[in-house]
Nanobody, 120 residues
């Protein structure tokens, strides 16, 4: 079993910055992909950014140039640096990871989510 814990959410004004962190724990061999999702009230959860173990990244179009995903393989952690925040960035942000463990086949794991609120 793998546990993901997000931190760093909060309330900021338009134009502000936040850094979200995700810490993975368990009998981890490889985290193939770290992903950040977000879900606004009444809307579908969407992929914000992802990074493979090789460093390949994907970003949702509206966050390009404003958000940056990173990961530390030795620490089994990931981060999402967010700048120039807009009200439409508001939502619950979730860390997701596809993980190979020592005790079973690889699968996805989810964090509990952290709230990001951007006010005008």
């Amino acid at each position: 079993q793998v546990t993901l814990v997000e931190s760093g959410g909060g309330a900021v004004q338009t134009g502000g910055s936040l850094r979200l962190s995700c810490a993975a724990s368990g009998r981890i061999l490889v985290i193939n992909v770290f992903r950040w999702y977000r879900q606004a009230p009444g809307k579908e959860r969407e992929l914000v950014a992802s990074m493979t173990s090789k460093g390949d990244t994907v970003y949702e179009e509206s966050v390009k140039g404003r958000f940056a995903i990173s990961r530390n393989n030795a620490q089994s952690t990931a981060a999402l640096q967010m700048s120039s925040l807009r009200p439409e960035d508001t939502g619950v942000y979730y860390c997701n990871a596809h993980v190979l463990t020592a005790t079973g086949p690889s699968r996805d794991y989810w964090g509990q989510g952290t709230q990001v609120t951007v006010s005008s």
